[in-house]
C-alpha cells in the first residue's frame, strides 16, 4: 500500500493556503466536512476514505491540498456554427493535457460563481452575463488524487451562438492555463482527434468521462 503526499503540497500549499496545514487526518473534525459533501464518504479510524475508486496511493494527498473532497467547478462553454460545434479548452501548465476551464471553489463561495470565475481567470472570457445551467456534482477520476483525497466538480454550462467559426470570442491562456482555445466538439471523438491533429494533445484524464457523456 503506497502512501504519497507531493512535497509541494505541505510547503507551497500550505503557504498559499490551498492546502490543509494539517498532516494526521485523525486531527480534524470529519462530522462538518461529511455534513457538506456533494458525495457521502465515509471516515475509517480518522481517516477519509475515496468513495469512488482506489488510486494506489492508499495514504495521503498525491498532489491535492485537501483531506477528503475538493470540490471545483468547471466550465463547459460550447457555440454553435453553422458547421460544427466548438468547445473552449485550456491547456494545462502541469502537463497533464487539455481540460475544461476550472478550479477549486473557495470557501463560502457558489459553485456556479466559482465557474463563471474561473473561466474568466484562465480564458479572458467573461460570460458573467450569459444564461448558464448547473448540472449535478460529479465524482471526478483526477491524475493527483489519492484514497483519502479526491475531486468532486460540479459542471456549468454556457451554450453560445455564432454564424461562422471567425465569430467565436477570443480566448488567451491566463492564470495557470498554457494556453486556450475553442476546440471543435461536435462529438467527443470529434474533440480528441482534433487535440491530437491541432496540438499533439490529450484530453485530461479527469475530464474524459464527462466530456464522453456530454459530447455523446
Not at 494506489?56 to 460545434?85: K, P
Request: hydrophobic share 40%.
Amino acid at each position: 500500500m503506497r502512501t504519497y503526499t507531493h512535497p509541494e503540497v505541505l510547503t507551497t500549499g500550505v503557504t498559499q493556503k490551498w492546502a490543509d496545514p494539517i498532516t494526521d487526518p485523525s486531527l480534524i473534525d470529519w462530522a462538518p466536512r461529511q455534513a457538506a459533501a456533494a458525495i457521502p464518504f465515509r471516515v475509517v479510524d480518522g481517516r477519509p476514505v475515496n468513495p469512488c475508486e482506489r488510486t494506489g496511493i492508499r495514504y495521503g494527498r498525491n498532489e491535492l491540498g485537501h483531506w477528503g473532497e475538493q470540490v471545483a467547478a468547471d466550465a463547459i462553454v460550447t457555440a454553435d456554427t453553422q458547421a460544427s460545434r466548438w468547445l473552449v479548452m485550456v491547456e494545462r501548465s502541469d502537463g497533464h493535457g487539455w481540460a475544461l476551464p476550472g478550479g477549486y471553489v473557495e470557501p463560502g463561495e457558489d459553485p456556479e460563481a466559482a465557474a463563471v470565475r474561473e473561466l474568466e481567470e484562465e480564458t479572458c472570457l467573461n460570460l458573467s452575463s450569459v444564461p448558464r445551467q448547473v448540472l449535478p456534482a460529479r465524482y471526478v477520476p483526477d491524475p493527483r488524487a489519492s484514497d483519502e483525497a479526491w475531486m468532486v466538480t460540479v459542471p456549468v454550462t454556457f451554450k453560445l451562438c455564432a454564424l461562422f467559426a471567425v465569430d467565436l470570442p477570443t480566448v488567451v491562456g491566463a492564470d495557470d492555463a498554457k494556453r486556450a482555445a475553442w476546440v471543435r466538439a461536435d462529438s467527443y471523438a470529434h474533440l480528441v482527434a482534433y487535440l491530437s491533429g491541432h496540438y499533439a494533445g490529450r484530453v485530461f484524464r479527469a475530464h474524459q468521462a464527462m466530456l464522453r457523456d456530454f459530447l455523446g
